[in-house]
């Protein structure tokens, strides 16, 4: 009887769980102005590897100038939710369509957290690419530091990182290999407009 109890015990906690997460991803989607509502105690809960993770994109701003750097590019601000991200992987926002004429796509790592489910990320277009349509958002694999590496041979490493996360986003898009739990392509907005989720 005691066996049954645990794993009573156990399921319960699982659901509490899981609707803890819905309830936080729902309650702090947006304060009614489009950005994430923070202020809200959230219960930290870690990846339950029977879930899937789902990515959703709350909203694109209209692309800007980068104050950091007037003139040499664009901005576009993109936010979203993501529910049961694993500790290795982290929201990357991606160009549908190759921006430039070396055949790379826009991309961005996005700045997860975790403990609201919530990212941000700023994409940056340089003034030559070419306006970007569309985007979308999904997970990929962390890239990992050289010297962590441990699938290659001494003084091979520095190879490697052109076969690592940020080098097939870069080259491959939405294609690339790990690119998982992609949203719908969402379009960009032109400069006059911005696009938030209801």
Sequence with gaps: ???????????????????????AVLSGQSDG???????????????????ATVVGITSISAPRPDPASPGSGLLISVKGNVVNLAQDHTVVVVATKRTSTSGRYAFAYADVDRQTGTWEADLFLPKS???IPSLSAGTMEREKPLASRTDCLPGLCPSEVHRGPTARIENDGPGAKGFENETQPRAVPTPQQSTTSP
């Design 33 to 51: 102005g489009g950005r994430p509502n923070r202020s809200e105690q959230v219960l930290l809960v870690p990846p339950n590897p029977t879930q």
């Design 129 to 131: 690419e070419r306006f």
């Design 1 to 23: 009887m005691s066996g049954a109890y645990r794993w009573q015990t156990l399921l319960a906690a699982l659901i509490a769980a899981a609707a803890a997460i819905v309830a």
